[in-house]
């Protein structure tokens, strides 16, 4: 049986903060997708006119890929990325998902800040680069240290989809957080155990990684995790085919 892992990146993210991962995955002779979403891996105004919709078009057009070769699809998402991997989750039949950092919600500050002063405050800044404990890790990322206020609204209405359509999900999942992440609190690893119904869910937690598991001080921990869960739950849903 063959097995396809797709793997999404962050919000700001690129294909690099999965690169480990996939070659990993990959030296143990799983088929991997990496694909790189709207807007990410060249200059912040790239993400101008991104919409949820194109993120989704671009993750789902490389799981529709995978289904061509593969009898079994696991999806991980870092953080973004995990909460497109719920979703996907709930419109196709896949084995099992990861998730990675993931947001459930964001805050009402947030929020309101995003509606209410992007007219002014063209860019959000991250004062200091990506949240990462492992700094030596730095040089393999390719991501953004500003981007365009407006486009967050688009992760918002994301999320408020996502929220949505969780319950639905059957497949095993596990929920992989960093304890001292910065920019989604671990709370909302436990928000996303709590919303799920599928009868076979985890959580992992992790002390030595901030935002950035894939490529953090816990990636070895992180990707043990990974290999453990496609082992134990790649045989409990059948083969996955699209839903239409």
């Known amino acids: 049986m063959k097995t396809g892992i797709l793997l999404i990146h962050g919000f700001t993210g690129s294909p690099n903060s999965m690169a480990w ?42 799981l529709r890929q995978l289904q061509k070769t593969c009898d079994s699809i696991i999806i991980a998402g870092l953080s973004l990325g995990g909460a497109i991997s719920i ?10 998902i990861v998730t990675m950092a993931a947001p459930f919600c964001v805050s009402i500050w947030t929020r309101t800040f ?24 730095l040089k393999n990322m390719n991501s953004y240290n500003l981007y365009p206020t407006i486009v967050s609204h688009e992760v918002f209405k994301f999320l408020k989809i996502m929220r949505k359509v969780i319950h ?24 996303i155990m709590e919303a799920l119904t599928t009868p076979v869910k985890m959580k992992k937690t992790f002390n030595k990684s901030y935002h950035i598991l894939s490529l953090d001080f816990d990636k070895a921990e992180v990707r043990d995790s990974i290999l453990n869960f496609i082992t134990q739950n790649i045989e409990k849903v059948s083969a996955p085919t699209i839903q239409t």
């Open 114 to 137: 995003a509606w209410l002063f992007y007219p002014f405050v063209k860019y959000q800044y991250k004062d200091d680069g990506p949240d990462i404990n492992d700094k030596s890790a």
């Open 168 to 191: 639905t999900i059957n497949c095993p999942v596990l929920v992989l957080h960093g304890e001292n992440d910065h920019v989604v609190d671990v709370e909302n690893a436990d928000k």
């Open 87 to 96: 979703y996907l989750a709930s419109k196709y039949r896949v084995n099992g």
């Open 21 to 62: 991962l996939a070659e990993e995955f990959k030296r143990r002779g799983f088929t991997v997708a990496v694909p790189k979403l709207c807007g990410h891996g060249g200059q912040p105004d790239d993400l101008i006119g991104c919409t949820y919709k194109d993120w989704l078009a671009d993750a789902e057009g490389a």
